[in-house]
């Protein structure tokens, strides 16, 4: 008997759900303070404040329901100032991300969010203070006043005690309409900006600025749980308040494997951890071991909510998928079922499934009956007899002194469907219950850290503050690009890329025996589009041969945001190829030569030389040869490997015949390179530096894994392109046979345009 209730009340092992840590590496603790050794000093752009003002001003009007007494007020005014709003402040925190990047510390744009975040908080508590100024003033001269209309007196009168009677809630919904704005500003315009710099763990989550807990002085107030949470218990003999429930879930994960051995957790530290270590790079000492789990909202569904599953698993069915796909939902569902059961049972003992229960049942109607009354009372009512008959009582003495009844039919109409719940629909509640508990835990620990940050920091304004702060290098600042100071800087790195045609001797004689004009076919299918899309890479011309063209990106000092000279060149190479592409299509169809072309991308650090042809300057840069070497393409290698591989378009080999020396920069390899794309090594190297790349292994063939870097490019018009770099081995060959000799610790770099690898990325990213 024993052995059967031990197999019944024993946890399932969570080792296959799938479960993840909440991470957030956020800290301040690389910056430097400011001029009182205490906060940072942080000085954001006046337009922010200036269209902040604007825009809460507005908000408070349209959610105290005040337009009434603001002649001037119009509903698209508000969407018109928050359209300014979102404006500025993207590109605030733009230039707090560029800072961050320029300076390999991702703290910068921590600050900057931080200090926007305290600036709207202030903000609002202040446009609400003068929203009731506005008020008091009328109240006093229409009591004052026989000339004025009395009516009118009571209607200023009756807003004004409104507003304050419901100071929390209008500041809740302004402040969550502004910080929606902040997180659309985050999710939308500046997540790939910082994906393309920082790690996944450097990135704050999407939930972090949609914070209900940020708005309230009181997290643990009736209404505010009521309406952004579940109710919980404030007394400490409550058996359902907020630290009884913490410690019932706590002791029965403990119960479970959960943190031990081989639980499996891509995005953990380290999932080998004891379960007296504390995560000490995300919480305090005092934190539980479970922290970091619990607070991952998502992993309540993945263990607990056996619902979802079976509805996916009947999907899963009818789809007719493979017999191992749908074992392994069986075994999940199972899992779930008895966690939650595991769950219920201990809820049920601790007689908390009653009170989760009429907790969801009462959102429905408490608000016909508080005030007077107060949640935590229509709850009683719902789950116990004697303070029924109690409250029962209150509200009949209520109506002989008031002479107004509230009706309980909806009560006792809860009480019913409270009393009438099946099991399953408690335990769906239950489910309810952690998962509210879980995102209420996890808001509690994010405004404690945003909090924390927003303390260190001053807000500076005073010109005597930001010029002291300043002069002793200890300014932050976050402005608009039209109020960075507009000097000339020098160049300090540029990238050489030049595009060569090949077999253009043999088009320019085709094209004319047939009557045709070869000067405006490469003008239209190669050199006139190439030149309308320089400016989203920032890229010029240094100057144009009669079968190439050879460009030129510039990097310039103390300019954070013109830092992706590579990167950009990539990204240009890419669609200089695909232009040509679109034009080949064309030409097959009239019948006219295709364009094949040979790439070659170089990095040079420092600026170039120029000499003086009369007025003109001409460019000198070893990165000009060098460029000029890796796009093109040797006439044996063309016939030997064209349509080799459908996928890569360049192959580099050693000439074994070819001494190396150390003392040149020159570059004898030989080369196919039709339709490629090659970044020299420098390049490379300077492209890691640039933006955030990923490792992926792409299966070329059946025993072959290519190694590809992937990251995005961010253009200057602020779009995004993907880019994937393949790495390959430099082998040596006998140029006479083209016979491999073996291979060498020399690599390569191919910049690859086909599609196929792409969608492969996406697919697997």
């Not at 200036?50 to 969407?79: G, N, P, Q, V, W």
């Not at 100024?133 to 009571?154: A, C, K, M, T, W």
């Not at 409550?238 to 410690?247: P, Q, R």
Request: with cysteine; aromatic share 10%; proline share 3%.
């Amino acid at each position: 008997m024993l052995n059967i209730i031990h197999f019944f009340t024993k946890p399932p092992s969570l080792k296959n759900l799938d479960l993840k840590r909440y991470q957030i590496d956020y800290s301040l603790n690389r910056l430097v303070f400011g001029v009182d050794n205490i906060h940072f000093d942080v000085h954001i752009s006046p337009q922010v404040y200036k269209a902040l003002k604007r825009t809460a001003s507005l908000l408070m009007i349209k959610h105290s329901r005040s337009e009434y007494f603001f002649k001037d007020y119009k509903r698209e005014f508000c969407e018109i100032e928050k359209d300014t709003l979102r404006r500025v402040c993207t590109d605030v925190l733009l230039d707090g991300i560029s800072r961050a990047k320029s300076a390999a510390e991702v703290q910068i744009d921590f600050l900057g969010q931080a200090a926007l975040a305290k600036m709207f908080l202030e903000e609002i508590k202040y446009q609400y203070k003068n929203l009731v100024v506005h008020f008091e003033p009328l109240v006093r001269i229409y009591q004052l006043s026989q000339r004025h209309d009395q009516n009118e007196g009571f209607k200023i009168k009756d807003k004004l005690t409104d507003i304050k009677l419901h100071q929390n809630r209008i500041i809740r919904l302004v402040g969550k309409e502004l910080f929606q704005l902040l997180a659309d500003i985050q999710a939308r315009n500046l997540r790939n900006m910082r994906e393309t710099h920082f790690l996944p763990r450097n990135i704050l989550p999407g939930n972090y600025f949609i914070n209900p807990l940020l708005h309230t002085d009181n997290p643990a107030d009736d209404f505010f749980l009521i309406e952004e949470y579940v109710l919980l218990g404030q007394q400490s003999e409550d058996t359902d308040n907020y630290e009884s429930v913490k410690s019932i879930i706590y002791d029965l994960l403990a119960k479970t494997d959960l943190g031990q051995e081989n639980t499996k957790d891509e995005n953990s530290m380290g999932v080998n951890e004891s379960k007296d270590q504390k995560d000490e790079r995300f919480f305090d000492a005092e934190a539980n071991i479970f922290d970091s789990w619990i607070i991952e909202t998502g992993n309540v569904d993945r263990m607990f909510n056996c619902f979802d599953s079976l509805e996916q698993y009947e999907r899963v069915k009818r789809a007719k998928e493979s017999k191992d796909v749908l074992r392994k939902l069986k075994e999940q569902i199972k899992t779930q079922q008895k966690l939650l059961n595991f769950f219920y049972r201990k809820f049920k003992k601790s007689r908390l499934i009653r009170l989760i229960v009429a907790a969801f049942e009462m959102k429905s109607v408490y608000g016909n009956y508080c005030p007077p009354m107060v949640p935590r009372q229509i709850r009683e009512f719902l789950v116990d007899f004697w303070s029924r008959k109690s409250i029962i009582r209150q509200l009949k003495r209520r109506k002989s002194l008031h002479g107004k009844a509230l009706t309980l039919a909806p009560l006792q109409q809860t009480v019913k469907r409270i009393n009438g719940s099946t099991t399953e629909e408690k335990k769906q509640h239950l489910l309810m219950f952690l998962k509210q508990f879980s995102r209420y835990q996890r808001d509690l620990y994010n405004c404690r850290i945003l909090r924390d940050a927003m303390d260190a920091i001053n807000l500076a304004t005073e010109e005597k503050v930001l010029l002291l702060s300043r002069g002793n290098r200890s300014l932050f600042e976050f402005l608009l690009p039209e109020e960075r100071v507009k000097e000339e800087k020098s160049v300090s790195n540029h990238v050489i890329i030049k595009a060569d045609i090949r077999g253009s001797m043999n088009i320019n004689h085709t094209m004319r025996a047939r009557g045709l004009n070869p000067a405006s076919y490469f003008s239209l299918n190669f050199f006139d589009p190439i030149s309308a899309i320089l400016f989203e890479y920032g890229a010029a011309k240094v100057f144009i041969e009669g079968d190439a063209i050879i460009l030129s990106i510039f990097e310039s000092e103390d300019t954070p945001q013109g830092c992706y000279s590579v990167a950009r060149a990539c990204g240009l190479a890419i669609r200089i190829l695909q232009i040509v592409h679109r034009y080949n299509v064309k030409n097959k169809e009239n019948n006219l030569p295709i364009l094949e072309l040979g790439v070659g991308i170089c990095y040079s650090q420092g600026p170039p030389a120029y000499l003086l042809d009369g007025d003109s300057r001409i460019m000198i840069s070893p990165a000009i040869n060098l460029a000029d070497r890796l796009s093109s393409c040797d006439k044996k290698l063309r016939k030997r490997l064209k349509n080799q591989n459908h996928l890569f378009n360049l192959f580099v080999f050693k000439n074994a015949a070819e001494e190396e020396t150390e003392d040149t920069t020159d570059d004898f390899s030989l080369r196919y390179n039709v339709n490629g794309i090659e970044l020299s090594e420098d390049g490379f190297n300077k492209l890691t530096k640039e933006i955030n790349l990923k490792t992926v292994s792409f299966p070329a063939g059946k025993d072959e894994n290519v190694k590809l870097y992937t990251g995005k490019v961010p253009t200057v018009n602020g779009n995004y392109q993907h880019l994937a770099i393949r790495e390959a081995t430099i082998y040596e060959v006998k140029p006479e046979a083209m016979d491999m000799t073996g291979e060498t610790s020399r690599k390569y770099y191919e910049v690859c345009t086909h599609q196929e690898i792409y969608d492969f990325i996406d697919n697997h990213s």
